[in-house]
């Protein structure tokens, strides 16, 4: 069975730029979660979608948007980059919410230079 | 709001030693807890969960944590550490019920187990 995937699994970008990265679920979830992980730090949460439609928000500025298709893929999109931005980003997916279990993708790992 | 404190960002032990991971939680409502492993270079994989009922929860490969509601605290134990045990370990908090769309983490612990 596949996990959660994600892609790229790594990417270099310059300050000012604009990157996606995408998520595909395990089959049968509905919910994806989007986190990002600063080297030394837990995960801290971005968004929540549950079938399409955004459900959480995280204490994220506006250059950090996402969305999620009718196959409950998803995008994260992040504008204007910043060196800060420079992380591991991690997809979960789930059922419905997290409290039905969580499982992580291997991440991004986007460097801003 | 919810969050989470782990106690020693860096935990060292020897092979075959008890493994103590600790971690406090602070919620308004009852809590979800969770315990997350993570390799190098790797996503995050589901060791256990409390939810509700038994508050002595056992997990994989050999792991369990106990709910501890007075104390507030959720810490993760395994009676014998084994090399592949070496990683970093996240406690995590969720809200029962409504709004169960978040994990709240800590800041996490490296556990490095010597031969």
């Known amino acids: 069975d596949a996990g959660v995937t994600q892609s790229p699994t790594h990417l270099i970008k310059t300050r000012g730029q604009h990157v996606t990265l995408r998520c595909s679920p395990i089959?049968?979830?509905?919910?994806v979660s989007w986190y990002q992980q600063v080297l030394g730090q837990g995960p801290q949460f971005i968004f929540q979608?549950?079938?399409?439609?955004?459900?959480g928000r995280g204490n994220f500025p506006d250059r950090f948007s996402a969305r999620q298709f009718p196959n409950y893929s998803s995008e994260l999109n992040v504008n204007a980059l910043l060196l800060g931005d420079s992380a591991l980003y991690l997809c979960?997916?789930?059922?419905?919410?997290?409290?039905?279990?969580?499982?992580f993708g291997q991440g991004t790992r986007l460097t801003v230079v | 709001a919810q969050s989470v404190t782990q106690l020693g960002s860096h935990v060292s032990v020897s092979e075959g030693a008890l493994v103590l991971l600790r971690c406090n939680y602070s919620?308004?409502?009852?809590?979800?807890l969770f315990w997350y492993v993570q390799y190098p270079n790797q996503g995050l994989q589901l060791l256990l969960k409390?939810?509700?009922?038994?508050?002595l929860v056992k997990g994989i490969n050999g792991f369990e944590a106990e709910f501890k509601k007075s104390e507030t605290s959720f810490h993760l134990t395994k009676p014998s550490a084994h090399m592949s045990d070496a990683a970093e370990y996240f406690c995590?908090?969720?809200?029962?019920?409504?709004?169960?769309?978040?994990?709240?983490f800590g800041k996490g612990t490296l556990l490095t187990v010597n031969p």
């Open positions: 979960a997916s789930s059922l419905q919410g997290v409290n039905t279990e969580a499982f």
């Open positions: 089959s049968g979830h509905k919910s």
């Open positions: 979608y549950y079938e399409k439609e955004e459900r």
């Open positions: 919620s308004s409502v009852p809590p979800y």
């Open positions: 409390y939810t509700t009922g038994a508050t």
């Open positions: 995590a908090v969720s809200v029962s019920g409504g709004s169960n769309y978040k994990l709240t």
